[in-house]
Structure formats: structure tokens, C-alpha cells
């Protein structure tokens, strides 16, 4: 499973973020993965992302899930890149945590890199926004994400009347 694409691919970050052809993608794809886990995963529920996964790399979507495929694409995307600025600036080396400095560039400073962390994640929040309410009005086209064996999808429990136990995104600066 290790060559799965979690709804995102290299072209899709670098034509719809602010990440460049010159970024290694090396560093930014398991960010798309831990994004996808942590944020989508957490609204469809484990059991249908699983099944979404499965035939998003399979390539056997029907029109229903792509269209829910597309608008999951925008905020995985986001995260990724909220993610990128954070783990692209400062990298865990064998002498610790090293600041990136490159020819003719220079590291941004603490606020900024939140300053810049923060408004790419308000990015993914809208389209995470635009997902959620796409799911409540259309949960009866996917069978899978109303599934008993779904149960743990922050955006069916809300729909059922539940209350929302989204990821708080402001716990990481104050």
C-alpha cells in the first residue's frame, strides 16, 4: 500500500497551492497522507474513506464519489501545503531540529511560518466547510458512509443530531 495517492497527486499540490516545481515532493507527499488521515478521515468516518481510498487508486469511482473526491481534493490539498510550511522551514536532522536556509533565500521567522501555517489551513477549513455540507445533504448517496460499519464519521454523527468532534485546528499555536 505503500504507492497509494491519497486523493492528491504532485500535479494537483503544485497547480492548486503555492507549492512550487522547485519543492522536493519527497517531503510534501506524507504530508498529503497525514492530512487526508487526520482531517477527511475524521468527517467520512474510517470505514467509507477506507472504501474511497481503495477505489480512488483502483480507479472504479462512480460519478457520486468522484464528485465527493473532488471536493475532498481542495482541503487535503491545503492541509498538506498548511503543513508544508511548518516541516518544509524547520526539518528534524541528526543534530535536531535544523532551520532550512538556501543561495539567495532565508528561513521565515517563528510568526510568520504560523502567520503562513494558519491562513493555508483557513484554506482547507473553507473547502473541509464545503465537504461537510455536501455529505450532510447527499449522505443517502453513499451507502458506505451511512453504514453501521461507519460509525465513526464526526460528520454523521452531526448529521444524526450528534454533537461535531472535529479536530480543533487552533491547538497548535496560540
Known amino acids: 500500500m505503500s504507492n497509494q495517492i491519497y486523493f492528491v497527486t504532485e500535479n494537483y499540490l503544485k497547480v492548486n497551492t503555492p507549492i512550487t516545481a522547485n519543492v522536493n515532493i519527497t517531503e510534501v507527499l506524507p504530508l498529503v ?3 487526508a488521515d487526520m482531517w477527511t478521515q475524521c468527517t467520512l468516518g474510517t470505514y467509507f474513506y477506507n472504501d474511497l481510498l481503495v477505489k480512488y487508486n483502483a480507479q472504479t469511482l462512480n460519478a457520486d464519489e468522484e464528485v465527493l473526491v473532488s471536493l475532498m481534493q481542495p482541503s487535503i490539498a491545503w492541509r498538506a ?50 465537504m461537510w455540507e455536501y455529505l450532510k445533504k447527499n449522505r443517502l448517496l453513499y451507502p458506505e458512509f451511512i453504514s453501521r460499519l461507519n460509525h465513526n464519521s464526526s460528520c454523521l454523527n452531526e448529521c444524526n443530531g450528534e454533537s461535531n468532534s472535529k479536530f480543533n485546528s487552533q491547538i497548535f499555536f496560540s
Open 33 to 35: 497522507k497525514g492530512a
Open 81 to 130: 501545503c498548511a503543513d508544508a510550511v511548518i516541516e518544509l522551514t524547520f526539518q528534524l536532522k541528526n543534530k535536531g531540529i535544523q532551520t532550512q536556509l538556501g543561495d539567495f533565500s532565508a528561513s521565515g521567522e517563528s510568526k510568520m511560518v504560523q502567520f503562513m501555517n494558519r491562513h493555508y489551513a483557513q484554506k482547507a477549513e473553507f473547502y473541509e466547510q464545503k
